[in-house]
């Protein structure tokens, strides 16, 4: 049995653009403290294989900090590693993969063709290529056959599978078949794929370890891998410091602060939220920006970073009369329809149409 580490798309020294300054120069710090968590599950794990499989910077451009804790995890990696430079750090004379004094036991790709490494110490062979551009229009795989004799036979490759055209490497499910690989360890999608099958060939992405953004949200992190029996297992080990996280908040039947309250007591405070405000609000109470302010100060003073938005909708029973053949059945049966074509950032304004309009209808007093 043969035990590995996949993992891809660190993008070390991202530019967080979306955070101030302090926060971002902060996150850049803890995705240089995720190395080492990386180290401490290969080394809790005894593991015999590492795969790096591209984006391991997030540019050309590296601080020398970054390079010097990469150096320093590598150097505490007992296990081979191999690494496959892809489309944000490609190979190229002026990258840092160029300038950077590799450990002996890792193993740079720095080809587009694939380079073949043989590990007889483990029965094993691993293959792999670099980009050595931003974009890569012929497919790493492409013409590619492993032919091993009584050997387990890796790649760690950079691609692309949702399109045989793309720019980054395109990678089709019949090349993935055809290649003859046990296990194919990928990078470049940022989203755990869960272990996937191709003929007789395993593959996965295993997404990027930290998020950036909220295109990047939920669990994030690595996979350790066993391979036995020509079967490929899979776990999936979360990493990342932060969360980005889009959680929603149901406050019917409830006053929001406490609905709100009730969320933070089982929510992590380290993550990075948009959270929003859903279900159905009181009928008489139009929403204040007062109490958004002070809900969303409630969230921010919680979490590394919030943000909040009121989507709420008025009950149910504030539509029951549609189907009456009254004037007010006809005036909901308009402003109903207004509504459902109205693009999402005006619905708050019919809806308080509705409000209005049915307590002068019904010659209530004005909503609050």
């Keep these: 049995m043969l035990t590995f580490l996949h993992a891809a798309d660190l993008h070390l020294d991202a530019p967080f653009h979306a955070l101030p300054p302090d926060r971002a120069a902060e996150r850049r710090r803890e995705q240089r403290q995720l190395l080492t968590r990386l180290a401490q599950v290969a080394q809790q794990a005894q593991v015999d294989l590492v795969f790096l499989c591209g984006d391991l910077f997030d540019s050309q451009r590296v601080r020398p900090e ?61 293959y792999g290529s670099a980009f050595t551009a931003p974009h890569r229009m012929e497919g790493p795989l492409t013409g590619f056959h492993a032919q091993e004799e009584g050997a387990e036979a890796f790649g760690c490759f950079h691609g692309d599978l949702s399109s045989p055209h793309s720019r980054y490497g395109p990678i089709t499910p019949g090349e993935i078949a055809a290649s003859g690989l046990n296990y194919l360890a990928l990078g470049h999608i940022h989203a ?24 990047e949200t939920g669990d994030k992190g690595v996979y350790l891998g066993q ?53 159905e609000r009181d009928p008489d109470r139009e929403p204040d920006l007062t109490d958004l302010t002070a809900l969303t100060a409630l969230a921010s003073g919680y979490f590394y970073s919030a943000s909040l938005t009121d989507r709420t909708t008025l009950p149910q029973a504030l539509w029951a009369r549609q189907g009456e ?16 074509e109205a693009p999402a950032d005006q619905r708050p304004l019919l809806e308080r149409a509705v409000r209005f309009g049915l307590a002068a209808l019904e010659g209530r007093e004005e909503p609050q």
């Design 66 to 126: 970054t390079l010097q804790a990469l150096h320093q995890v590598l150097e505490e990696m007992e296990a081979p590693v191999f690494l496959a430079p892809g489309n944000h750090d490609p190979y190229t004379d002026a990258s840092p993969y160029g300038k950077f004094p590799w450990p002996s036991h890792v193993h740079l790709f720095t080809t587009p063709t694939p380079e073949r490494v043989a590990l007889p110490q483990l029965g094993a062979v691993v």
């Design 192 to 215: 755990a794929s869960g272990p996937q099958r191709a003929g007789k060939t395993y593959y996965a992405w295993p997404g990027c370890p930290e998020g950036r953004g909220f295109d």
């Design 227 to 279: 391979l036995e029996g020509g079967h490929v297992s899979l776990e999936f080990v979360p990493l990342a410091r932060r969360r980005y996280l889009t959680p929603e908040v149901d406050i019917t039947g409830q006053d929001p602060a406490q609905a709100l309250t009730a969320f933070l007591q089982t929510a992590r405070s380290e993550d990075i939220v948009r959270l929003a405000l859903v279900g």
């Design 325 to 340: 053949d009254t004037l007010t059945g006809l005036f909901l049966r308009t402003m109903a329809q207004r509504i459902q």
